[in-house]
């Protein structure tokens, strides 16, 4: 089995920082792209931001140059440092993976559980 387990949510100050983490688990032979979706209530799923196994990243227009994803190979993780946060960053966080099981087999996305962040004074 594989998880995705993220951490580092929460409630923020407009103007304040955060950094999501999350880390990949279990049965897992290579992973290729990484990265973040974020659904705030009664709004669809939006891709934040995207990082390949060799560091190169995508954003969402409306984070671009406040928010900053990485990732540790060799961890199998990947982060999300989020500076500036303003009142509509607010959502449900969720990391995904592309991971291979095993050689030999695609690579099938996988979806951490989600973590909260609210911006609000």
């Known amino acids: 089995q594989v998880q995705l387990m993220e951490s580092g949510g929460g409630l923020v100050q407009p103007g304040g920082s955060l950094r999501l983490s999350c880390a990949a688990s279990?049965?897992?032979?290579?992973?290729?792209?990484m990265g973040w979706y974020r659904q705030a209530p009664g709004q669809q799923r939006e891709l934040v931001a995207t990082i390949t196994y060799g560091g190169s990243t995508n954003y969402v227009d409306s984070v671009r140059g406040r928010f900053t994803i990485s990732r540790d190979n060799a961890k199998n993780t990947v982060s999300l440092q989020m500076n500036s946060l303003k009142p509509e960053d607010t959502a449900v966080y969720s990391c995904?993976?592309?991971?291979?099981?095993?050689?030999?087999?695609?690579?099938?996305?996988?979806w951490g559980q989600g973590t909260q962040v609210t911006v609000s004074s």
């Open positions: 995904y993976a592309a991971i291979k099981r095993r050689v030999g087999a695609p690579y099938t996305n996988y």
């Open positions: 279990g049965s897992i032979f290579s992973i290729n792209a």
